[in-house]
């Protein structure tokens, strides 16, 4: 199995340290080739044409940003699966459609995993009884935000779509929330110093019951913005899809 990577960044470096985990060969592309070659050393391929990266890939995973996935989903889901990390970008209807119908004429697949987020299982089988609303709360510390304020800040509040644009790279959770809620979340991203952790608050009503749920993630040494679990998530999501599981848990 081949896995080809789009990003050499913070997630892209623990995908290529799992390679072991996952038992796959491993191909990356960034903007910044020179990231991939320290990531890969000698251990993986480097490509700095796409149409030359895309060639024999059995995955795609996309872990570098929503400007990668309306740039490059399409010709990816035209020969392969693809896993979205930065899943604001799914928030466009048009784009979203337009997957979604390459995806069915080619036979491929979109795959969103959990990330920075608990709670999607449930989210998803609640909607089967009918979702009345759903919030999520951002707070996290302004570097991570880029921002400087000097006490507790709300920067946003809104709907899901909005917030995408306003944080592309730091919210991708309420895209994934209201993905799998099937309604669009109401946000608000808040900017605390007196915190060190992402902290994402999860509310659902529905006709089964209430959810909450809240993270405090601990961020990435390497990218304040995205928490440690994002990438663990990946990783997970990715041993699902290379080896064949035995048993499956969870929705
Ligand atoms: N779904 C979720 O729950 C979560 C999703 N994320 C998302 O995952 C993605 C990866 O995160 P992370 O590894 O921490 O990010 P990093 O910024 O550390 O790494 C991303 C890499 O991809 C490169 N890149 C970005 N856009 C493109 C492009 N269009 N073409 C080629 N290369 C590109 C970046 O270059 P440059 O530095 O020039 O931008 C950078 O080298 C981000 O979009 C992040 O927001 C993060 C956390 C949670
Ligand atoms: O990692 C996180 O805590 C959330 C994040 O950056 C995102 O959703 O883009």
Redesign the pocket.
């Known amino acids: 199995m081949r896995l080809c990577v789009?990003?050499?960044?913070?997630?892209?470096r623990l995908v290529a340290k799992n390679r072991g985990v996952l038992g796959v060969s491993l191909k990356f592309?960034?903007?910044?080739p020179e990231?991939c070659f320290e990531v890969c050393k000698d251990d993986c391929e480097v490509s700095t044409s796409f149409d030359e990266f895309l060639e024999g890939c059995d995955l795609v995973v996309e872990?570098?940003?929503?400007?990668?996935v309306r740039?490059?989903a399409p010709q990816v889901l035209r020969k392969a699966d693809m896993v979205v990390?930065?899943?604001g970008a799914l928030m466009d209807k048009e784009l979203y459609g337009r997957l979604l119908r390459i995806a069915e004429n080619y036979g491929t697949s979109i795959v969103?995993?959990?990330?920075?987020?608990a709670g999607i299982d449930a989210i998803k089988a609640l909607k089967n009884a009918g979702i009345e609303e759903v919030q999520v709360i951002t707070t996290k510390n302004p570097k991570a935000l880029g921002v400087n304020v000097e006490e507790k800040t709300v920067l946003f509040e809104g709907p899901a779509s909005e917030a995408v644009k306003r944080f592309?790279?730091?919210v991708?959770?309420v895209a994934?929330v209201s993905l799998a809620a099937g309604k669009e979340a109401t946000v608000k991203v808040v900017a605390d110093p007196s915190v060190d952790k992402n902290v994402h608050e999860i509310r659902v009503k529905s006709k089964a019951g209430e959810l909450y749920v809240k993270v405090t993630n601990v961020p990435?040494p390497?990218?304040p913005?995205?928490?440690l679990l994002?990438?663990l998530?990946l990783i997970e999501t990715l041993k699902e899809l290379v080896k064949k599981q035995r048993i499956r848990i969870g929705t």
């Open positions: 789009i990003g050499c960044g913070n997630v892209g592309f960034d903007r910044h990231r872990a570098a940003s929503p400007e990668a740039q490059y990390l930065s899943v969103v995993p959990s990330g920075a987020v592309p790279t730091n991708n959770v994934t990435s390497d990218n913005k995205t928490s994002a990438a998530s």
